[in-house]
Nanobody
Framework: QVQLVESGGGLVQPGGSLILSCTAS????????MGWYRQAPGKERELVAR???????DYADSVKGRFTVSRDNAKNTVYLQMNSLKPEDTAVYYC?????????WGQGTQVTVSS
């Protein structure tokens, strides 16, 4: 069973930065995709950013230029660097790993952007 452990959420003021981390219990080098989704109250879960097999990066339009997804294969960890945060970025952020037609989720970490 794949386990994903997230950390790094919290409360930040508008314009601030946060970095989220997600460590997998398996080697991530060859997975199909790994990245981040988010879900705000009353809204559907949506893709934020992910790394696809081969190294391609996929970002939601709303975060392009502000967020950066990266990974450290040696640590089996994916990161989400979030800059210039806005109140509309407030949500629970979930780590996701996809491989061999299966999808795995972390427990979620709350990010709140508020003054």
């Amino acid at each position: 069973q794949v386990q994903l452990v997230e950390s790094g959420g919290g409360l930040v003021q508008p314009g601030g930065s946060l970095i989220l981390s997600c460590t997998a219990s398996v080697r991530i080098f060859s997975v199909n995709a790994m990245g981040w989704y988010r879900q705000a109250p009353g809204k559907e879960r949506e893709l934020v950013a992910r790394i696809i097999s081969g190294g391609s990066l996929d970002y939601a339009d709303s975060v392009k230029g502000r967020f950066t997804v990266s990974r450290d294969n040696a640590k089996n960890t994916v990161y989400l660097q979030m800059n210039s945060l806005k109140p509309e970025d407030t949500a629970v952020y979930y780590c996701n790993l996809q491989h061999m037609w299966r999808s795995y989720w972390g427990q979620g970490t709350q990010v709140t952007v508020s003054s």
